[in-house]
């Protein structure tokens, strides 16, 4: 395919980019000039077709990236999706989308073996001078679907009123992390054992996108981007933090949301150790998990003061069943003799794998930036489909966890539940010093003046919250409270599980509020220095017009919990306060 040809006034637009990257301040005009001529400027979207990015143009090796196709996307009204049949497929609306510019393309690698990172950006033709990267999730492999079919999970959790980002006229933009097919699970060899697709999996292609769609933000509209945003969930959580960690100069503002950040911990050593608890005899049936989750409700309920199903004093009833601190917490429902007895009770070696999965793990070495401990699972939203058992296998042959065999161990027929993790501490310090987004020094982020919003949801069995709670005690201990607050509000909401961040309250079967403009929120803080509050409002709204408000709660920055003030409606906000206190 040959390179289109391309107008002048791109081809110098190109050059003013590679001027940025490799002397920044190079330029015959300056970005507020450029910026006033933008719309009579602007390079329209066809001439963007073919366009070819130079190496140079990225701040990480590459060969080069193509546009292998630009075209004007329609603007499209409000519209209500028909929902499928039952609750869970229910009518939801389509905000108004509108005109833009799509671009697609790849960015090839210096390994002519390893994948291509395949790209879309899409350019508003009313622009307001920003840009938002949108993260992956679980283990990527094609493009955000914030940028494709649902844009109301750019990011998660914006209210169904809430207009996109490129409906304010963000250039929006993400990739599929260099690779397609094949999960990276497993036994099978794909994409995790070419080290460049690796190296783009864990950090190198959120730089190398952001670049190439700076390219394309200043070909197309003759300026540079005034700020940068990440937002990103799950998979894009880590990725949120690991451009902060790694790439502070590229970002404005970041929006974390229920991070896997110990990801080679997440997707290896913790399914190991939860498989190792539950081998035989101790393995946790669904009806004993209910029972797990009511033993639960009875002890944590109304540590808030209420009795409504839901676990708000999360700090508490995590001690409460943290065997370090209550080594007894399960005496209420351990069968009579401690044989296995039914449904009604658990058995010793059953109790003793519940409190595995709530006791910290201690690796005998450490991991990236010293972690060796981790801490055990969250309570209060246990579940057949929403708890750390339904994973579990005491199949030595077909269990696999993660990465241990195809990255670690790479050994087809090895007895994983054996393995001996000091025999591989140099390979597992590698990856996790690659993979791991763990560093608590962020202080690069704060003196750029970046702004970090970051969010976890109490009763979340895929990205554990206590993980989240020890990672920012860190990053205090490292940094210094007064330094953390001038740029950092790490919140916490109450009974939201993991996927697309919605939670049941599991007495009423009602969800909980989750809803909340974090596009507006991060954007007010860096844009116009407008500091969130400490205590943020979540809803749980009608998902069509008029989008009526069924219920609202407190959302508070840690270590607070919503307590209820003893009167007033529970479903409204105003009757709670957030306190550490009782």
Not at 370 to 383: A, I, K
């Amino acid at each position: 395919m040959t390179a289109h040809p391309i107008t002048m006034m791109t081809r110098c637009r190109l050059i003013f980019v590679l001027l940025l990257v490799t002397a920044g301040a190079l330029c015959v005009q300056s970005t507020a000039e450029l910026a006033e001529s933008a719309d009579s400027a602007r390079t329209p979207c066809a001439s963007l077709e073919n366009l070819r990015i130079p190496p140079a143009a990225v701040g990480l090796p590459t060969s080069g990236a193509t546009v292998t196709s630009a075209a004007v996307v329609p603007a499209t009204p409000l519209t209500v999706a028909a929902g499928a049949p039952g609750a869970a497929g229910a009518a939801r609306a389509v905000l108004p989308i509108p005109e833009y510019c799509k671009v697609l393309g790849s960015i090839a690698p210096v390994d002519p073996t390893a994948p291509a990172i395949n790209f879309q950006v899409n350019l508003p033709l009313e622009w307001n001078r920003k840009m938002a990267q949108m993260g992956g999730s679980g283990l990527n492999g094609s493009i955000p679907v914030s940028l494709t079919t649902g844009m109301q999970w750019g990011p998660e959790s914006i209210p169904p009123n809430a207009p996109y980002a490129l409906s304010r006229g963000f250039v929006v933009f993400g990739s599929d992390s260099g690779h397609g097919a094949g999960t990276g699970r497993g036994g099978g060899t794909d994409w995790v054992t070419n080290r460049e697709s690796l190296t783009n999996f864990a950090s190198a292609q959120m730089k190398k996108t952001h670049d190439v769609a700076v390219a394309l933000v200043t070909a197309m509209y003759g300026a540079a981007p005034r700020h940068s945003y990440y937002f990103g969930s799950s998979q894009g959580g880590r990725e949120a933090l690991m451009v902060v960690q790694r790439f502070p100069r590229d970002y404005d503002g970041v929006f974390v949301q229920v991070p896997v950040f110990p990801q080679l911990y997440w997707n290896t050593f913790d399914p190991l150790f939860r498989a190792k608890a539950q081998v035989g005899a101790a393995w946790i049936p669904p009806a004993k998990v209910a029972l797990v989750a009511k033993e639960v409700l009875r002890q944590c309920d109304t540590l808030d003061g209420l009795a409504d199903g839901l676990v708000s004093n999360y700090i508490a009833c995590n001690d409460r069943f943290d065997p370090a601190v209550s080594p007894n917490a399960l005496a209420n429902i351990r069968c009579p003799d401690g044989t296995d007895a039914g449904e009604s009770c658990l058995s010793d070696p059953q109790v003793a794998a519940v409190n595995q999965i709530h006791g910290a793990v201690t690796l005998p070495f450490p991991l990236h930036k010293g972690w060796t401990t981790f801490p055990g699972w969250t309570t209060g939203g246990e579940g057949p489909g929403n708890w750390k058992t339904q994973n579990a296998s005491t199949d030595a042959a077909s269990f696999n966890a993660g990465w241990l065999r195809t990255l670690i161990v790479q050994n087809p027929t090895a007895n994983l539940l054996q393995v001996n993790l000091e025999d591989y501490r140099e390979r597992i310090q590698e990856l996790s010093a690659m993979l791991d987004a763990t560093d608590p020094d962020l202080s690069a982020f704060r003196q750029r003046g970046g702004r970090l919003i970051w969010k976890v949801n109490t009763t979340d069995y895929t990205a554990n919250p206590r993980w989240s709670y020890e990672y920012y005690k860190k990053i205090v201990q490292t940094m210094g409270q007064r330094d953390v607050d001038q740029f950092l509000r790490f919140y916490v909401a109450v009974g939201i599980f993991h996927n697309r961040n919605v939670g049941r309250n599991p007495l009423t079967n009602e969800t909980v509020p989750n809803y909340l403009d974090f596009i507006a929120l991060l954007d007010d803080w860096v844009d116009k220095g407008k500091t969130p509050a400490d205590v943020q409002v979540l809803s749980d709204m009608e998902p069509t017009p008029p989008f009526a408000v069924k219920s609202t709660l407190p959302m508070c920055r840690y270590p607070q919990y919503p307590r209820y003030r003893g009167s007033g409606d529970p479903k409204s906000a105003a009757s709670y306060r957030c306190t550490t206190g009782s």
